[in-house]
């Protein structure tokens, strides 16, 4: 903690830099195994998009960081630009960005995402239902 606030997070009361929104990111990223950057949290997505990715990691029993980003604008633009992917939600697994809500719905469905899990060694219920 720095002056009372978290470093890690982003904070509306001190705007970070472009370069240091970056940096969180990519901090954040690869300080968990699953992270979903999306508009609102983990149980309470404020858009369909967010809310489908999450009842698909939620179904998955999967353990995921989330970040909402209308909390903060500048990691909002900022998970963008660091994808050159235009929109939210964005899922990473193990690092690696994964895509947006019609490719992890895709990838469920077809027994994608239950396989990539599996092989990048993240733990979830193991099932393979499908939507």
């Known amino acids: 903690m720095f002056g009372g606030l ?10 970070m830099s472009d370069q240091a929104v970056q940096d969180w990111i990519r901090k954040t990223i690869a300080g968990n ?7 609102g949290h ?20 999967v353990d995921y960081k989330d970040v909402n980003v209308l909390e903060d604008m500048g990691v ?11 929109t939210i939600p964005q899922l990473y697994v193990k690092g690696e960005f994964v895509g947006g809500c019609d490719i992890v719905r895709e990838m ?5 995402l239950q396989s990539l899990l599996a092989e990048k060694g993240v733990k ?8």
């Open 6 to 15: 978290d470093p890690l997070q982003p904070h509306e009361e001190l705007p």
């Open 76 to 86: 909002r633009d900022g998970i963008k630009s660091f994808t050159n992917w235009p």
């Open 42 to 61: 983990k149980g309470m997505a404020q858009c369909g998009f967010s809310n489908q990715v999450d009842q698909i990691l939620n179904h998955l029993g």
């Open 33 to 39: 195994d699953v992270v979903l950057f999306m508009k």
């Open 108 to 112: 469920f469905q077809q027994g994608e």
């Open 124 to 131: 979830s219920s193991g099932s393979r239902m499908t939507a």
